[in-house]
Nanobody, 116 residues
Framework: QVQLVESGGGLVQPGDSFSINCEAS????????MGWFRRAPGNDREFVAS??????GTVYANSVKDRFTIYRSKNTVYLQMNSLKPEDTARYYC???????????WGQGTQVTVSS
């Protein structure tokens, strides 16, 4: 079993850079991919970025491409966010693909608010 805990959320101003992270524990060797998703109030959850556990492949949503970077160090996955916009305001969730059937393990989320 894998557990995910996000941290690093907060309030930032438009244009700022900010980083959130997700620590995986438990049977981490069963993880195939890790990803970040977000949900803004009134919206559906949307994909942000993902990385395979070896770190060799990343995928980004068009809305964050060239602004966000996902990377992994040991058992922690980071989301570096640059040039933040108010529309990036959301609760960000970390997810893991453990059974090679999509993202099936989720963290509790961390709130990122972009506002002046």
């Amino acid at each position: 079993q894998v557990q995910l805990v996000e941290s690093g959320g907060g309030l930032v101003q438009p244009g700022d850079s900010f980083s959130i992270n997700c620590e995986a524990s438990g049977n981490i060797y069963s993880i195939n991919h890790m990803g970040w998703f977000r949900r803004a109030p009134g919206n559906d959850r949307e994909f942000v970025a993902s990385i395979d556990w070896t770190g060799s492949g990343t995928v980004y949503a068009n809305s964050v491409k060239d602004r966000f970077t996902i990377y992994r160090s040991k058992n922690t996955v980071y989301l570096q966010m640059n040039s933040l916009k108010p529309e990036d305001t959301a609760r960000y969730y970390c997810a893991a693909d453990v059974h090679q059937a999509g993202f099936d393990t989720w963290g509790q989320g961390t709130q990122v608010t972009v506002s002046s």
